[in-house]
C-alpha cells in the first residue's frame, strides 16, 4: 500500500511540473528490456488508430525488425537525407496520407519499404509522449533520437537548424538494448518529462542507425518542418524541430559511426555497453568492481606499432571515461592503436585507452 501510494504521488508531481495540456511522458531515462506480453499492440500493429490513413500510419511505424539486417545498403548523412525527400517534400507540403495523389502515393509507397543507414551526431534524445500507435501508453513509448549533421554543445535553441528525427519503438528498443547501446551514453543532453533538457556530462557521438524510411504526414506542417529553430513555444517545445516530415522509423540498429568499416557498410565492434551515468544511475555492480581495469596511463615499455587492425576482448574490463565507469564486455571488437609486451591501446567512443593483453584475444 505505501509502495502505491509513493507511485500514485510520484505521477501527480511529473503532471504537475508539465505544462498545460502536456500530456504525461515517461519517467524512462535510458533503454530497458520491455515484457511486450502486456502490450496491446503487440498483436495489434494499428494501435488504437480509428482512420485508415491512421492504421496505414501506425502498422509503418510498429513495423518488427526483419529477420535478417541487410549487410550492405544505402548510406546517407543529413545533406543526402534531405536532398533525396525534397521533391517529395515541395509537392506534399502540409498534406496528409489522405491527401495524396495517385501518382505521389504511387511515389511514397517503394520509398516507405527501403531500409537504410543514416549517420549523424545524437545531441538530444527523450521519451516520447503517449499515441495512438502504442495503444497510447505512458510504459509503452518510442525513443525519439535527435540527428544532427554537427555535433552541438547546448541542448536545441532558436537559429539551430532542425534534425532529422530517429525513432526506436518498443518493438525494437529490447534488441537495442541487448546490443548495449545506452541512450545516456550517446546523447549529448536528455530531455526530461517537464521538457527540460539536462546534460549527459559528454558531447554527442557520431552513430549510425539503421531502419526503414517513414514519412511522418502528422508532423508536415510549418510548426514541426523547416530549416532553422525560430522559437521556442509557451508549451516548451521548439518550433520547427525537425528538417522533414521524412524520419528513420522504427530503428532497428545503433552503431558508433567511428566503429563502421566504409568499405564493407559493416559494424566492426558492438555498441558502447552500460555505463555509470549522472542523475540517480546506480553504482557499479560488485561484479564489475572486480573486474581488470585499464590502465589510464601507457606502459614505460615503448610500444609498437600492431599490424593487426583489431582485438576482441575476451575477458570483461572496466575502463574509466570521462563521465563515469564502464565495462568493455566479452567479445568486444575494438580498433588497434598500439601494443607492448603487456599492454594494448584500443580505440574506444573517439579516446584511447591502455587495457591488459590477457583480456584480448592477443594473449599469448
Sequence with gaps: MKSFLFSA????????RLPAGQPQISEDRDLKELDLEDWPCLNRAEGSAKTPDGLERNRLKNRPAPDNLPVTSESMDTAAFLKRFADFEAKTKGKRRKDLTPAEKEELDPLEKQIVFFTGYLVAAYCGPPETTNFPSVDFHDWHLELFEKPQDHPPQPDDPTPVICEITPRTQGAIYRDNIRIQELAAFFRRPDLTYESTGHKAQKIRVTGYFLWDDEHNGKADVGP???YIAANKYHQPWRSAAWEIHPVFKVELADAITTSS??????APPSSTVPAGSPSPSPESMALPSATPQPTALAPTATAQQFVTVIQSVKIKISY???????GTKLPVVS??????????????????????????
Design 324 to 330: 563515469g565507469d564502464t565495462v568493455l564486455p566479452r
Design 228 to 230: 532553422t529553430i525560430r
Design 9 to 16: 504521488l510520484a505521477i501527480l508531481l511529473t503532471v504537475a
Design 265 to 270: 557498410g559493416t559494424s566492426t565492434v558492438p
Design 339 to 364: 601494443r607492448d609486451a603487456q599492454t594494448v591501446t584500443v580505440q574506444y567512443m573517439g579516446a584511447s585507452y591502455v587495457v591488459p593483453i590477457s583480456s584480448t584475444d592477443l594473449a599469448p
